[in-house]
């Protein structure tokens, strides 16, 4: 079985600096996701857990899904409180009883809860793809976000992995090429 992580798109990360093509991403995010439930996969939304006064304070609009992301009523929802969400969580678990075959990664943020979350998969064996432009980020201080976000696809796509890690874009998972 597909399924599909969904990171941390959440109203909290409007704050601050833009998030690049942030509206792209949501769009490539839903398209791929409608695709992965029509073909019997699953989403998993991830959905960050900040402390008191944080953007993503449970239960404030910062921690809400971003309102634009298309949901469905059987899509599942992972609380975090780190960057990766498989520490001290049940996603592991849930993505056994799902026996996922291979793991999509999405999301915000591309060096942080992103790359968290492709590295521990990574490590615990998962058939992982990050989906080269379904993540986001903003401008870092030292590099514009389409460069992180481009060292980051090539950093996963040497990952040492077994059977490697294949980092596609979301038109190429579309048509079937991935």
């Given at each position: 079985m597909d399924v599909m992580l969904v990171v941390d798109m959440q109203v909290g990360l409007r704050e601050g600096l833009p998030k690049y093509d942030l509206l792209g991403v949501v769009g490539r995010i839903n398209a791929l996701g409608a695709a992965i439930r029509k073909r019997g996969g699953r989403l998993v939304f991830i959905q960050?857990?900040?402390?008191?006064?944080?953007?993503?304070?449970?239960?404030?609009?910062?921690?809400?899904?971003?309102?634009?992301?298309?949901?469905?009523p059987d899509d599942l929802v992972v609380a975090k409180t780190f960057n990766d969400p498989f520490h001290d969580s049940p996603l592991s678990e849930i993505l056994d009883n799902l026996g996922t075959e291979r793991l999509f990664v999405t999301g915000w943020a591309t060096d942080f809860c992103v790359d968290a979350t492709v590295r521990r998969a990574v490590t615990l064996g998962r058939p992982v793809i990050p989906v080269a432009d379904a993540h986001t980020v903003s401008d870092r201080p030292h590099l514009p976000a389409r460069a992180v976000i481009e060292h980051h696809n090539w950093v996963w796509s040497g990952l040492i992995a077994p059977g490697g890690v294949d980092v596609l874009p979301t038109h190429a998972i579309l048509n079937g090429d991935g």
């Open positions: 960050h857990a900040g402390e008191k006064g944080d953007s993503f304070e449970p239960g404030t609009s910062g921690w809400r899904f971003l309102p634009e992301l298309r949901r469905a």
